[in-house]
Structures are given as structure tokens and as C-alpha cells.
């Protein structure tokens, strides 16, 4: 199974930005999507495959953290 997750853009430079996922920054190709800081994106496998709205990613954000302490 695969699975994608939404961090926030803290920042961008060209094809790469600064996503953070619950307090730890990574970098992101973001050469698929045209994101700001502060937006939300969508991650596999190191990429942004999505810009998404807030309420979404941190909806699914709040999903996945669930999923975490049940595990």
C-alpha cells in the first residue's frame, strides 16, 4: 500500500521546499505543484503530488495520529 501525507510549506526554493510534517522539516520536490508557504501538500515518496486545501490536510493530519496511538 501506498500512502501520501500532508505537511506544510514552510519554504520554497525552485523545485525544492521545506515541508513540515508534525514538527520535523523535510526537503520536497515540488516540481509536479506550485506551492507557497504556508499551503499545504500532499507527499509520496518525497514528492508533492498536490496542493490541498487546509481544512483537508488537517483533517487527514488528525487521521493519521489516530491511526498512530492505536498502533
Known amino acids: 500500500m501506498c500512502i501520501a501525507i500532508p505537511g506544510k510549506v514552510v519554504a520554497t526554493d525552485g ?14 520536490n515540488v516540481g509536479l505543484v506550485d506551492p507557497r508557504p504556508g499551503q499545504y501538500v500532499l ?6 503530488i498536490e496542493v ?4 483537508k490536510a ?5 487521521l493519521f ?7
Not at 490541498?52 to 481544512?55: N, V
Not at 488537517?58 to 488528525?62: A, H, M, V
Not at 495520529?65 to 498502533?71: K, M, T
Request: proline share 0%; charged share 30%; aromatic share 2%.
Open 65 to 71: 495520529a489516530d491511526l498512530e496511538e492505536l498502533s
Open 58 to 62: 488537517e483533517e487527514l493530519i488528525d
Open 52 to 55: 490541498m486545501e487546509q481544512d
Open 15 to 28: 523545485t525544492t521546499a521545506q515541508v513540515d510534517f508534525r514538527g520535523n522539516t523535510v526537503n520536497v
Open 43 to 48: 507527499v509520496h515518496a518525497g514528492c508533492a
